[in-house]
């Protein structure tokens, strides 16, 4: 147990529609990031918040967006889904140059 | 621009026997190194992580791995294999100092331990 928990775990999603995928992170953590994981490959980084600020991001477009909270929770919003946003997502929090702890993800299906 | 290699996208090996993933890496400033486990449908959990200090690293279930600036290398070894360490390894780097750490993983190595 990392202390980082993402919901929901699963979610089944038409193609144009809009999604929202939350994380709560572990306690003391300012830092959110979150990956995207397609079926074989390694996760590739969407974007970092830090104290409610977007500090980086990856190359993501602007439908991939997200919000971080004062409680440092956080969410991705991806609008205008198309097939190939499926995959699962993955949520990290950390502390200032510490490693990250990952959710479990959630698994998005775009049909 | 940083970026990591796994050689080998799945290795197998017995139980008992020894186990060894390969990483290797590309920087131009000095790397934070990590390695992480996926069990199936699961997130990633932390093995253990280079930061600069001793080259040898000792992680969680008997994993170590060595860095070796020379090399750019970061393989993660494990003396005897059990079968519950059949899972995908992924190795990362990340920079905290130019890069606000984001991790850049590899492609991942599918560990297969048989009987």
């Known amino acids: 147990e990392t202390g980082v928990t993402q919901s929901p775990t699963h979610l089944i999603k038409t193609r144009g529609q809009q999604v929202t995928l939350r994380c709560s992170s572990q306690?003391?953590?300012?830092?959110v990031s979150w990956y995207q994981q397609a079926l074989g490959q390694g996760p590739q980084f969407i974007f970092q918040?830090?104290?409610?600020?977007?500090?980086g991001r990856g190359n993501f477009p602007p439908r991939f967006s997200g919000l971080q909270f004062p409680n440092y929770s956080s969410e991705l919003n991806v609008n205008a889904l198309e097939l190939d946003d499926s995959a699962l997502y993955l949520c990290?929090?950390?502390?200032?140059?510490?490693?990250?702890?990952f959710g479990q993800g959630t698994r998005l299906t775009v049909v | 621009a940083q970026s990591v290699t796994q050689l080998g996208s799945h290795v197998s090996v017995s139980e008992g026997a020894l186990v060894l993933l390969r990483c290797n890496y590309s920087s131009s400033v000095p790397p934070y190194l990590f390695w992480y486990v996926q069990y199936p449908n699961q997130g990633l959990q932390l093995l253990l992580k280079?930061?600069?200090?001793?080259?040898l690293v000792k992680g969680i279930n008997g994993f170590e791995a060595e860095f070796k600036k020379s090399e750019t290398s970061f393989h993660l070894t494990k003396p005897s294999a059990h079968m519950r360490d059949a899972a995908e390894y992924f190795c990362?780097?990340?920079?905290?100092?130019?890069?606000?750490?984001?991790?850049?993983f590899g492609q991942g190595t599918i560990l297969t331990v048989h009987p």
């Open positions: 990290a929090s950390r502390m200032e140059n510490t490693e990250a702890f």
């Open positions: 918040y830090y104290r409610e600020e977007e500090n």
């Open positions: 280079y930061t600069s200090a001793a080259t």
């Open positions: 306690s003391g953590h300012n830092t």
């Open positions: 990362a780097v990340s920079f905290y100092r130019t890069s606000y750490g984001k991790l850049t």
